[in-house]
Each structure stands twice: as C-alpha cells, then as structure tokens.
C-alpha cells in the first residue's frame, strides 16, 4: 500500500460537508476505512462524535451503508447482522465503527461478547480518549490526570484500560493498534485483517482538537509524536504472531524517543500537570513498553 | 396436524421452529431459560436451520436479533422480568426502526426480593415502547399466537415488534395437549419473510437512524402508531384464518368473550388466570350471579372499542390486575378505566410476586364486586383494592 494507491481509491469514505469540527481525527480514519473497505463494509455506529459526522437526513455523508445503534450494542447489532448476511448467503465485511466509549465502557461486555465468539467483523475503535459528543467527559481510556469537562480541575485520576490488550487476551485472531498519523499503516492494517476470518479489532489513536485542547492543524502532529515520543505504540497481533509495528519499532530504545514534553505541552488538557507527573506519565509508559516488548517475545517463542 | 403433549416453552419453541427462523439470539433467565434450551438443542441437532447467538446480556439479545432483522432475517428472541428491563432500551430502538422481532416473555415478578414466579409487571411495564402485546391464555395459545406473531409483526401494515407473554411456570413449565400443524402447511401458511422496503448492505450507501429534523421523528412516530391502530385489523384477520385453517381451538382477535352475551357484571382480566376466573365465572352463573369475561388478549394494540362496547353494556367491571402502578392503581385497571364511558371498575390487585390465585378466590373477588355494586358502593372504587386474605390487618 502507497499513499498514491490509497487515494485512488473510489469510496471516499466521508464526504466534504460533513459536520465534523475541523482537524477531526475520526474523519481522517473514515477517509482509510472508505478507501480500503468501502464498497465491501457495511457500518454499525454506536452513539459518539459519527452519530453527528454522519450527517443528517435525508442526507448522509458516509459513504458506507449504515446502520445507527444504541451506545452499549454495537458489536451485538454486529454480530446480528453478519448471522443474517450467512444466513441468507450474501457476502460483506460489518465493520463496527466506535469511539472508546462505545467500545471500552459502556459496550465493553457487548464487545467481549462478540470477541469471545470470534464473530466475523471488524471493529474500529477511533480512541479520542473522552466522551467527546457529549463534551469532553472523562472516559476509561482518558489517561491518568488528562483535563476533561469531569475531571475539570486535577485531571483524570484513574489509570487508561487498554482496550487492544483486553482484546487480544480473549484470545480474538486480529487486534492491532495504529494511529490516524499514519494511514498506510492503519490501511494495511485494515487489510491484513479483512483476510482473517473471525474478530478482529482495530484501536486507533484519535487526536480531537477541541477535547485535547490543541490547535485544529495539529491533529496529524499531535498523532505522530505521540508514537514518536512512545506515547502510543503501534503493534499488530495476528494469529499467533504479535509484531510492534515497524514504526514504533525505533522506539523500543528509550533514546531513540522524542521528549514526552513535546507531545503534552502541545495539549492544553496536559496544561496542569507538575514535572513530576511528567516523570510519572514517563514510568507509566515505561511501563507500557515493557509489556508489549515482552509480547512481542511472548508471541515469538511459539 | 399432530398432538403433543408441550410444555409451554417447548411449544413456544415449536412454533418458531416452524416459522423458519434465521437467527435465534437469548441470554438466560428463569423462567424464559427453557424456550431457548430447547431451540438451541434444535439447533445442534440440525432439526433447525438458524444461527444461535449466544450472548452476554439481553440488551445484546435483543440487540443481536435487531440486527439481523435490519438484514432481512426472521428472528427470535426470549426473556423474563429483570431480562426484559435491561432490555428497554433496545425495545424502542426496535420500534422506532420499525423492524419486525418477535419475542416470547415469560413473565415473571421483579425484584427484589429475589422471587421467579409470574406477575405481570413485566411485560406490562413495556406498553408504551410500541410493541404489539399479546398475553396467552394457555399452552395452546402461547403455540399459536408466537405463529402468528410472525404473519402479524411482519405484515406491510404493521411491521412492528411483537411481543407474546406467558405466564412464568403456570404457563411456561406446565404440559397440555397442544395440536401442532404440519410443518408444509405452516410453511404454506406463513411464506419467508418479505424483504423490507429498504436493504443494509454493502456497496449501497444508506443511513438508517440519521439525525433529522424534529418534526420527522414526530412523523416517524405518527406512521408507527397507524401501524399498531392497523395492527388490530391484521391480528383480527391474522388469528380468523389461523383458526379457519389449523382450528387448534383457541380464541382470536384481541378479546375473548365469555359468558358476556346477556353479562350485567363483567371481570376482565388477561394471561393463564383467566382460565380460574372462567371457573369462577360457571359457578357463579349457577349461583344466578350474571357475571362474565372479557379476557384481553391483546394488550397492545389496546381494544379499546371492543372493551367500550362490552362496558356499556354492563352495570359494572372488575380488572383483575396481575400488575401494579405505584401511586396510582393497577396497570390493567387504569387502561380498562381510560376507555369506560360510564362504566363504573373496580380494581382488584392481586397474585403479585406469584400469590397463588384460586378460582374461589375469584369467586369471592367477584361476589364481593358484585355485592359491593348493589349495594350501592361503586363510588369507593377509586382506589384499588388489594386482595390478599392472608393479611388481617389493614
Ligand atoms: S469532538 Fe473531536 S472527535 Fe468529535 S467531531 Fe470534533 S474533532 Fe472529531
């Protein structure tokens, strides 16, 4: 996959117009999603920022068929839809499009549902890290002392749940990460896991610019240095193998790093935090890093 | 056509065998559970061709058979009291996508305390969600009426959820000769489902459930209520030539009536107790007391002509209410009193949490309202009484 090919492709995925605020990382993702699977997916939206990007009737400004569904039901209404199309024969990717409320709170038992019978869709989390549609909430993956409209003074307290890792310890056949920074990655990503049968997930990094408080042209910046400082590690896992993802790779070695200065001062959510819970965030990605290296190691002996 | 000896549940699941489900979507809970034992060993077996989705919850049950009736699928689902709240959500999204489901509940009483037995708070606290509401009276009922639930819900003039209660136990666990029709009629009977007006899938870009202007979801709920008010036509229509051809015996339309020709006092009650209050109802006409039965059948769409005309022809009614509306009176009884023109009704709330209920407790109920009535006393029915004997107290 090129750039070139990628934007050759014919669905679009969303379409100029669409309500979305400027610099939205969720259309970015839609952008990939339409180009590599359009014409073949068939969309299940949980209630998020897509309930509105979508469009409103009688226009629409996906170009996927869709199908709108309450918040915690997703990856049921999913998992319905695709035991009707083998039912009645007829062929299809349903792709499961959520934001990580949808998919890591309140749909977290529907998703695990669907995940341990290895329903046959894909699930997409775009992860802007709060309850953006509602105004900036703190949600399960906002991380640890994160600004949000519910945590509006001290930050967050409580950890992020990795919702990747939940999945791929129900044993699911695909789950990766990837980030809107990095679309060819995040489209082969999509396409190696369209040829695996089963559940597959995908949990990509969504920088909101309003919700993070950054500027609305940075959202690709803010995206790729929060790979480049290790904030946020890309990896695949498929069928037995776990592989950190050729553009984090450099990043295994901490000096190879950017600051993680660089990426937080850009977010006004990060505008609060002391130095010393720079060095905390910094031993909580350590953290991070250390397990999916150990992953990687895990994976590689079998 | 074949007799049987059916466990309630057994027989609900024999009538959606023979409709030919697609998906089959359940979460467990007493004392639905049996229904979907016994689809799922359909399934294993390879008697029946669906797919059986074991889920997590019944919010994702219902969610599940949503969406494979978005995708055009016959769909079946099941669940009880505590199953059913979780599911609220869910039911109305069914609704308001207009998209044909049909579901067995056996009802059941909410907690706490903790308690399995029937009532019917349940499925009547889901009234306003915009399902057709059928209560079955018997084994046999519950057979015919999940059959028909199929040719109701997803006729082109309704296209709604339907709903089919019966009673936890009483009815769910009980055995009785059902009569079974042929699988090649019924298939004659009730062809595969029609394709929807419009199609979920790949390559054919099209949003269902988009944000719109205000007064179209006004629009959309005003073609869902003509539908349910058309739905009484269908049900009509629907059980009539259900009857005709495979004449199991039992009622149809949205009321039975018993012993009302000539009634000047009716009770009116619905579900599996129905079968005592018709008891009740023989012992006191030989008593010379002049008492019928109106049973609903249907709770949704509420018969109200129907129930209005039977009013007007008596001196008094009773609800027998199975349910309760805090604060205020039964939820039978505040619908019945909605459509009573003059009538005056009395309401009896009794068998809550699955209180056992005998034909001689109907007898006195109904003395009671009767005596009261003559006596002058129907002013003091504002309130519903409570019947619970054991309590001396009060
Ligand atoms: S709040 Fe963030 S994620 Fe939501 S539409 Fe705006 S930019 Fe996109």
Request: glycine share 8%.
């Amino acid at each position: 996959m090129s750039l070139p090919r990628l934007a050759q492709g014919r669905n679009r995925g969303v379409m100029p117009g669409n309500p979305a605020c400027a610099g939205c990382p969720h259309t970015i993702g839609l952008r990939v999603m339409g180009r590599v699977l359009g014409d073949k997916a068939v969309l299940v939206v949980p209630a998020g920022c897509t309930s509105i990007i979508s469009g409103f009737y009688p226009r629409s400004s996906l170009s996927f068929p869709l199908l709108h569904v309450p918040f915690a039901s997703a990856a049921a209404v999913a998992s319905g839809l695709r035991a009707s199309m083998d039912a009645r024969g007829e062929e299809g990717v349903v792709v499961v499009w959520s934001g990580d409320g949808g998919a890591a709170d309140i749909g977290l038992a529907t998703l695990s549902g669907a995940a341990v019978r290895n329903e046959d869709i894909l699930v997409v989390v775009s992860d802007n890290e709060a309850y953006m549609n509602t105004g900036i909430q703190a949600s399960g993956t906002t991380p640890w002392k994160a600004l949000t409209t519910t945590s509006p003074v001290l930050g967050k307290s409580e950890e992020r749940k990795d919702i990747a890792l939940l999945m791929l310890f129900h044993k699911a056949p695909y789950v990766a990460t990837a980030s809107v920074a990095y679309p060819i990655d995040f489209a082969e990503k999509l396409e190696r896991a369209l040829k695996v049968k089963g559940f597959k997930l995908i949990h990509l990094h969504s920088p909101c610019p309003p919700g993070w408080r950054f500027d609305a042209g940075k959202t690709v910046e803010v995206a790729k240095l929060a790979v480049e400082t290790g904030a946020w590690i890309l990896w695949e896992y498929m069928e037995g193998s776990f592989r950190i993802s050729p553009q984090s790779k450099p990043f295994v070695q901490k000096e190879r790093r950017k600051p993680l200065a660089e990426y937080l001062k850009l977010q006004g959510r990060f505008s609060h935090l002391r130095p010393e819970d720079v060095i905390e965030i910094e031993k909580k990605m350590e953290e991070s890093w250390r397990l999916v290296v150990e992953l990687e190691k895990f994976y590689s002996r079998s | 056509m074949k007799k049987k000896i059916l466990m309630g549940s057994h027989a609900v699941a024999e009538a959606v065998k023979l409709a030919r489900v697609d998906v089959i979507s359940a979460y467990p809970i007493t004392p639905q559970t049996v229904i979907v034992e016994r689809l799922a060993e359909m399934v294993e077996r390879g008697e029946l061709k669906s797919r059986y989705v074991r889920v997590e919850s019944e919010h994702s049950a219902l969610a599940v058979v949503y969406g494979a009736s978005a995708g055009g699928s016959r769909v079946f689902t099941a669940t009880s009291s505590h199953g059913l709240l979780y599911m609220y959500e869910m039911l109305w999204w069914v609704t308001n996508s207009r998209l044909p489901v049909v579901m067995a509940v056996a009802t059941r009483a909410i907690g706490p305390p903790w308690n399995i037995h029937t009532d019917h708070n349940d499925a009547l606290t889901i009234r306003d969600a915009g399902w057709i509401i059928g209560f079955a009276e018997s084994v046999q009922e519950a057979f015919d009426m999940t059959l028909q639930a199929y040719k109701i819900g997803e006729d082109k003039r309704v296209l709604l959820p339907v709903m089919i209660a019966l009673d936890g136990f009483i009815l769910s666990h009980t055995s009785e000769p059902v009569l079974v029709p042929e699988e090649e009629e019924v298939a004659d009977w009730l062809p595969p489902r029609e394709p929807l007006p419009f199609k979920v899938e790949p390559g054919k870009p099209f949003a269902v459930g988009n944000l719109g202007p205000d007064n179209v979801t006004m629009e959309l709920r005003w073609n869902a209520w003509k539908a349910a008010e058309r739905a009484k036509r269908v049900i009509e229509e629907v059980s009539a030539q259900y009857e005709k051809r495979f004449v199991t015996g039992t009622s149809s339309g949205l009321v039975e009536r018993y012993e009302t020709e000539g009634a000047k006092y009716l009770a009116i009650s619905i579900g599996a107790w129905s079968g005592d209050v018709k008891e009740a109802v023989d012992a006191l006409r030989e008593e010379g007391y002049d008492v019928g039965l109106a049973r609903i059948r249907y709770v949704r769409p509420f018969p109200r002509e129907e129930l209005r005309d039977l009013l007007s022809s008596v001196r008094a009614a009773v609800v027998l209410d199975r349910s309760v509306s805090m604060g205020h009176m039964g939820i039978l009884g505040s619908e019945v009193r909605a459509v009573s023109e003059r009538t005056p009704v009395k309401n009896v709330i009794a068998g809550i949490g699955g209180v056992d209920v005998s034909y001689k407790d109907f007898i006195s109920i109904l003395r009671g309202f009767v005596e009261e009535y003559e006596a002058g006393l129907s002013g003091e029915w504002s309130v519903a009484e409570w019947y619970m004997p054991w309590v001396t107290e009060r």
